[in-house]
Every structure is written in structure tokens, then in C-alpha cells.
């Protein structure tokens, strides 16, 4: 042992330890798992049997939606979403009041036992309706047994309800898969009745509105002169022209051609009365070029002389540098430049007199077509009044045909839709009674308690293991003393120790004769924390074990309060240690009476004290008295008071050169233990302290 037993030593927890705890507590364990299912037996027997039925329906019909992805986009997610959408629609209508009352009106589902209201309106007579707590106890009732969802990645809806009664489920199921479609019915009928009734009306209406629409517009055709065409526009609908209009567009398309002439005509003037025949060569070939044929014959026979006039350019400069200025060939090179430029001046005064009498043409001409559109546009003016009116009179009659036409189709279709747009109910799997209850679960039930029992029971053990104070296992003590033990004693039962106990005594007798720090030790005080944690029957057999080995072994009972030995051996005639250290006795080197099976071991009881036993045990004749029999015996033990009960164990410890600590398993707390040590380490050294285990629960081992 070392001086960490002032806080306790934490070691590894093994599963052994973890055994022996469940062991200890065995019983803490069990209790609560037995209690649980004792409780869920009873909650089974007296619980009354729910019945489960159910049903599978799909819903058929063009209302709904058809998941084909037809146009290889994000069609396929836009109708799962709508399919989706309307399946939770169907699951709401299912599970609505209209759909509940129905129902329970049909079973007459309000008288049974389950929807009785514990309320005053429970005994009033008449229909749930017509008192509306009643009418909320029932429909929670009914709402809590039915359940409806849809069954994923299907088209598919369940239905399930629970009742007492299994054949009363199953036909509830039924009747509300039935309430389903008439529902359904009823309300595409009610629609489709309103909408024929409102189409019937507008039709009517719209009939009478047209045909006055049509006898204006025919006024307004006389009047205004406008005249129909079977032709269509350029947005598909019916044409009509009056004949005012159509001059008005001729005259406009003359003007124009005539006013784009008179600007190209003006251009090419332009650019020929500067008579800069590079300007005027760029023209050729051009939209301004082409807009006269005589302009046009001069730009190319000027485009002709242009490049001889480049040709000769190039021969006289070449000519000039090869052969000088006064060479014949040049000169008349020179003089063929001089007419071809005569001849490009003269061109380029050619062009612009023509191009000059073109321009005054093209004026002339656009003055006059200017005057027939003017003319023409009067005409319009005086008639635009009444053509819009006309077209307007033709649009809104037009619509108003198109409308009635329309209406005509729907009303005609009517039946046909509502034959299409119906909404069947498939039934996929009709319900049936159920064979066994739904609830209460027995398996689960059973084992929820068990295994619920069984963690509480953990739990429990493991606080009583964590959070109690009694040293129950070899684990506390060593983790308290901090430091292994030296020995664990088995528990046995009966008067006589067990042949484990007396191995392990034996093993306990090896280790104190073998150690090197206990060999030199002849005074042993044998100690623990309480009383009746065995000290007197263990320093018996160990003081036996020794004198079996040959020593000479001297067993002094030192617990001079509460004396033990002489109800264990026969009385000795001459006192104890009592009388001894009082002067009442004899004091010889052997004192006490030898065992007839063991004449090397002596033991001297406590006596009868007449004084204090403080005073006794701490008086210098003690301390003589060991002194000399410490000459003639090889080991003394003393059997020492508990050392929390009186002082008298610290004075031994003061003389002994070892202490034996014996701590019984669950005779001691943690603190008692705790405090034992720390008394012993105020008047001896840790090292000279070793703990033996008594009573251990799992056996006997030398540690």
C-alpha cells in the first residue's frame, strides 16, 4: 500500500468487475423487468381487442392526372407533382366531415359503445347533428380509428379503421370507399348542372346580340360603300376594302416611286455638276447609275476612258524614265493622253446635262403624282368615319359569332364531357374482417417491458455500483487502499471455515513468509475498519497456518472491550492479557495455553479488564511484555480492536511492525474504510499496511 489510499485509485474496469457488480445486484437487476411484465400481463388481460381492417383503392378517370412524359422535357416532374397533388386531394376528401357523416349516419355508427359521449347530450335524444359537442365527440372518435395515406411510388390510396368489432371495421372501410365515389358524383352533377344552366342563358343572349350586330354592319356597309372580300389577312381573319381606299394606296405607291426617283435622280446631278470625273466613275455600276439608261451608257462608256486614260498614264511614265523627254515615242504617247482626256471632260459634261434633264423629269413626275394621292387622301378623309365604325362593327360582330359558336359546342358536348370527366373508384382489395386484433400488440408489449425493465434494472445497478457507499467488491477495496490486496477470503457458510478458506489462508502464510518486506517482521497486528468483518476468525486460522509450518506463533487477543477468544477455546485458569498488564497474573516468556494440535501455537486471551483498556494497552509493561516474547516466539499476532470503535488499535499499531487491514465485503462503507486507513497512516507508515479481502462473493484468489 502507498499513500495515494488518501484518494482512491481509479483502475481499468474489466467485464469480470462488470459481472460481479450485475451479481451483487442481482436482485435490483431483476425487479423491475418482473414488476413491467407483471404489469403488461395485467394491461393484456384486461385491455379491450381492437380489429384492423383494410383497403386499397385506385382512382380511374381523365380528372386524373396521367404521369407520360411526352415531350422529352421536365414534364415527367410537373406531373408527378399533379398526380401527387391530387392524391392528397382524394386522401383529404376521404378523411373530410361530409365523408364521416355520411357514414356514421349509414351504420348508424353513433349508437355503438365507442362513440358515446360521456357528456349530458350523450342521453338526449335525436341526431348527433343537432348538438355539436355531440357532433365533435363523434367525429374525433371516428377521425382517431380511420387512416388514410398513400401508398408511395403508386397510384394507390389505403384505408384502414379500428373498431371493437372486426366485421363493423371492415364494413366501414367499405362504406367509405363507397361514400368516395358518390361524392364524386354528386359533385360533378351539381357543376355540370350549373354550367349547362349558365351556357343555356348566355347562349340566348349572345344569339340576340349578334344578329343585331349583323343587321348594323350591313347598314354601315351601304352607307359607307365598303365592300366584302372572302379573302383573309395577314392574321388569318375576313377581309373587306372600300374602293376610296384602295386609290388612296395606288396613289401612295406612285408618289413613293416617284419621290425615291426624283432623290436618285438628284444624287447623280449632284455629284456630275462638280465634273470631277473620279466621282463620277465611282457611280458606275451602282443603284444611282441604274436609275437612268442614258446616265447609265454614259457612267460606262466614262468607266472606258477612265482606264485607257490609266493604260497610257502608265506607258508615258514608263517610257519618260527609260528613254527621256525628247524620245519620239513618248511624245506621241503623250499626245494620245491628252485626247483620251479630252475625251473623259467631254463625257463628264454629257453625264451631267443628262443627268440634270433626268432630275427636272423625275420633278415634274412627282409633282403630279403628289396631286393624285392628295387627291385621293380627301376622299379617304371624308369616308374614314364610317369605315371605322365599320371595322369596329365588324370586329365586335365577328367575336360575338365566334362566341355564340363556341358556347353552341359546349353546350352540345355537355353530356359527352360529363361522361368523360367521371371519376371511378377501382377497388383493389375490398376489406375484410380481420382474423386477429390489432392492438393491443402482445409480442411488442411483452418485450417493451422486458427490455424496458431490464435498462431501468441496469441503470439502477449501475448507480447502486457508482453512487453507494458500501465496499461491496475486491475492486473497492483496492481502488480505496489503493493498492492491490494480499489475499481474498471466500465466503463460507457453517461453523467450520471451508477447505478454500483455509488455502487461502495458507497462500496469505507464504506470502508473509516469503516477502522480503515481511520477513523481518515479528510483531503482526491484525485490524479492520468495524467490527464483525472477521479479524478474530482470521488471525486464529493464520496464527494455526504459521505454527503448522514450524514457527513459534504467540495469538494475543488485544481487543481488551469486546473479548471473543474464550468462546472459541477452552478458559485458561490463569487469566489473560488483562490480568497480565494489571499485575494479576504471571508474566513468563510463554504465556497462554498451547493447542493439543499445534504445540507450537499459544494464545492469550484478553481477560477480564478491571481498569481502562486505553491505559492498559497503553502502559510501558506492554511494551516490555512483547519485547520478551518477542526472544521466545518467531511471529506475534495481535487481534486488534476495530480501529474506529476506540483508540486502543492505533496504540497497538504504534508497537506492531506490520498491520494486517481485513476489510469484509459489504460490512464497510467507503468512507468508514477511508477513515480506518487514514488513522492507521497517522501512527504507521503505508508500507507497512497490507489488506486482506474477507467474504468475497466470487471466490478466493491471492492477488
Known sequence: MSSSVRSSLASKLTVADVLAGLRRHLALVLLPPVLLLALAIAYLLVAHRYYQSSSRIELNGSSAPVTLDRSGG?????DALAVNAFLQTQVQILQSEAIAIRVIHELSL????????????????GSFESSPKRLDHVLAVFEKNLSVQVIPATHLIEIRYTDRDPNRAATVVNDVVQSLAAYNDQARSNTSSQVNGFLGQELAALRKHSEDLQAKLQALQQQGGVL???GVNAEGQPESYSPAIDRVRGASELLLQAETNAILKQAVYNVAKDGNAEAISTLSGTALANSSSGVNSSFTALQTLRGQE????????QARTRYGARFPKLIELQSSLDAVQHSIKAEVQRIGDRARSDYQV???????????????RREAVDLNGRAAEYGVVKQESDQSRKLYEDLLSHV?????LQGLHSLSVTIVDPARPASKPSRPNTLPILAGALLGGLFIGLIGAFAAETLGDRVDSIRAVDDTAGAPALAVLPR?????PSESFTETVRTLRARLLGAPDLAGARILLIASSVPREGRTTLALALARALAQHGRKILLLESDLRNPTLDRQLPTQGSGGLAEMLSGAGSATLRPGTPFADSPELAVLSAGHATGSAADLLDSPLLRTRLTEW?????????DSPPVLACADALELARLADRVLFVVRESAVSRTQLQAALESLLGVTSADRISTVVNAARNGSHAL
Open 74 to 78: 421536365n414534364a415527367g416532374t410537373a
Open 110 to 125: 353513433d349508437k355503438t359503445p365507442a362513440f358515446q359521449s360521456a357528456g349530458a347530450d350523450a342521453a338526449q335524444g
Open 228 to 230: 366584302s372580300s372572302n
Open 310 to 317: 490609266a493604260t497610257l498614264q502608265q506607258q508615258l511614265d
Open 362 to 376: 423625275a420633278q415634274v413626275t412627282e409633282t403630279a403624282d403628289r396631286k393624285i394621292y392628295e387627291e385621293a
Open 412 to 416: 352540345q358536348e355537355a353530356g359527352v
Open 492 to 496: 463460507y457458510s457453517g461453523a467450520s
Open 630 to 638: 518477542s526472544s521466545y516466539y518467531d511471529l506475534i499476532l495481535l
